[in-house]
């Protein structure tokens, strides 16, 4: 028995070192393919600069811009809604409601991405062309608005998670003291279950920035500089799934290894200063 | 109606998950007592309790069968009543619990907490009420110096005099113990009992506890929960 304990212990350390491991492995290999670009003096360019292979220039800029405002508009459609749905399925409904809630978040969770994508096509995409954006209704709007429902249940499940794990005597004490749902909701629960919203902001922005298929289905892929939502524009993953389908070995390929080294270090940098940001459990906003 | 009368349970039947715990009760507390209820572990004495703040409502899936009056401002109220949140009737009817539970953050926050809740914002009342109540628990001397550290690095018996100085806070005409020596030692177990003797001249107390020598130190009445019945013994 003791044996098994300490096997087990063996394997589970290996897993999680494994995992370390191969995230560190993924960056060097894309650093590795894209050495080419950042060698030849074009980092800064890469960056900054225009996409226009024909005359030699592989910059990224107007995906980065791109991927930052679909993901980051995304959140903001978001993030609200997923925190009042978290809300309601904890607290504020009565039970058989909070089960109905969750029923269908759970659902959402596990329909295919590609299915959001293609409703929107034939539902979304038609209103925003005739009613709100104009042009061919493929654009950074319509790709955040729909990003937003696909990240929505993957926050509310951290939310819930978190809302629901406060301890127990925490929660009957402020229930005996008179507190109304609201007040448990912010003077309780809420401080105590911050550092799990901080995590479920993080994947759902996560999700919001590698999420390939929407954009590509539906930002409209154009490789200017967006100047406004009404916009088209490409993110990061759909520039890397248009090239990698058509090239693999020119300097335009090796640039999608940029693409990839630029999506890495963004999320790192949004993890960190998330963490960074959030407080710890004490119930500091009162 | 008795005239000292504060509280009446008529025909008060209570199941759990299609199971019955309390059936076919009907009793009537005076004021300004210590009623004390015992019983064999596992009877419900503890839900038994939580019927006069409603809080097993937050728990679901409970039943209640029957009427409960409650003597507020010199009328008989049905808590169960229409237009009685059960919000507002824990601010009027408090609870201590087995186990001290303060909430993670400062002493003084975890006092002054059911004030916040009940939308008080003048803090000058509040230092002065905080360390009213402190004396009335005679905690104020030990805390004094460190009001603003957190509660869970006091003792247990320390955690259970701050509990109900929290719960004293709004001043609830009932308070319902449930066990509240259970987990202190000797000494604080007499603190706590003096203290009771001491609430018991202004408020009516419901006293749960299986410690014959303390219920025949503080109670005024005695009740048994046993076959889901509850039967007066002293």
């Not at chain 2, 008989?76 to 009027?92: C, K, N, P, Q, T």
Request: contains cysteine; positive net charge; aromatic residues 8%.
């Amino acid at each position: 028995m003791r044996l098994l304990s300490r096997l087990s212990v063996t394997v589970f350390r290996l897993a999680a070192f494994g995992s370390g491991l191969l995230t560190i492995a993924v960056f060097l290999m894309m650093l590795s393919f894209g050495w080419p670009l950042l060698t030849d003096g074009q980092f800064f360019t890469l960056l900054a600069g225009e996409w226009n292979p024909a005359n030699g220039l592989f910059g990224i800029y107007p995906m980065v811009v791109g991927s930052i405002s679909i993901a980051f508009l995304a959140l903001l459609f978001s993030l609200p809604v997923s925190l009042g749905t978290s809300f309601v399925a904890t607290v504020l409904a009565p039970p058989p409601v909070r089960r109905f809630v969750l029923g269908i978040i759970r659902f959402m969770a596990g329909v295919p991405t590609v299915i959001y994508g293609f409703v929107a096509v034939f539902m979304l995409v038609p209103f925003m062309r005739e009613q709100i954006t104009g042009g061919s209704g493929l654009n950074i709007l319509t790709a955040a608005i729909v990003l937003a429902v696909l990240i929505a249940p993957t926050m509310i499940v951290f939310f819930v998670s978190g809302l629901k794990n406060v301890k127990p005597e925490y929660c009957l004490a402020v229930d005996a003291l008179g507190a109304r749902p609201v007040q448990k909701l912010i003077f309780l629960l809420i401080p105590q279950a911050w550092p799990s919203i901080v995590s479920g902001i993080i994947m759902g922005l996560g999700r919001a920035m590698g999420d390939t298929l929407i954009s590509l289905m539906l930002a409209g892929n154009s490789i200017a500089i967006p100047a406004s939502v009404s916009d088209s524009g490409r993110t990061l993953t759909a520039h890397i799934a248009l090239v990698i389908a058509a090239d693999f070995s020119s300097m335009e390929f090796k640039s999608i290894f940029a693409c990839g080294l630029v999506l890495y270090i963004f999320t790192v940098i949004v993890v960190v200063a998330l963490r960074w940001v959030s407080p710890g459990q004490d119930l500091r906003s009162i | 109606m008795k005239k000292n009368e504060k509280i009446r349970m008529e025909n008060i039947c209570f199941s759990y998950k299609d199971q019955k715990i309390l059936e076919n009760i009907t009793v009537s507390f005076p004021e300004n007592s210590i009623v004390a209820v015992t019983g064999p572990s596992g009877t419900g004495k503890s839900t038994f309790l939580s019927l006069f703040n409603r809080l097993w409502e937050t728990l679901g899936e409970g039943r209640l069968h029957g009427k409960m009056f409650v003597r507020f401002g010199g009328r008989m109220v049905d808590i169960y009543g229409d237009g009685f949140s059960a919000a507002e009737l824990r601010r009027r009817v408090g609870m201590v619990f087995q186990a001290p539970n303060p909430l993670p953050m400062s002493i003084y926050k975890n006092i002054i907490f059911p004030l916040k809740l009940a939308g008080q914002r003048n803090n000058g009342e509040m230092v002065e009420k905080v360390e009213e109540m402190l004396m009335k628990v005679h905690l104020f001397d030990e805390v004094k110096d460190r009001l603003h550290s957190d509660a869970r690095i006091l003792s247990g018996g320390q955690q259970q005099r701050l509990c109900i100085a929290r719960t004293l806070m709004l001043d609830p005409e009932i308070l319902l113990l449930d066990e509240p020596t259970s987990s202190l030692d000797k000494n604080g177990s007499t603190r706590i009992e003096d203290l009771l003797l001491e609430l018991r001249s202004e408020r009516t107390l419901l006293l749960v506890s299986h410690y014959k020598d303390q219920i025949s130190r503080l109670a005024d009445k005695t009740y048994e929960l046993a076959g889901k019945c509850l039967m007066r013994i002293s």
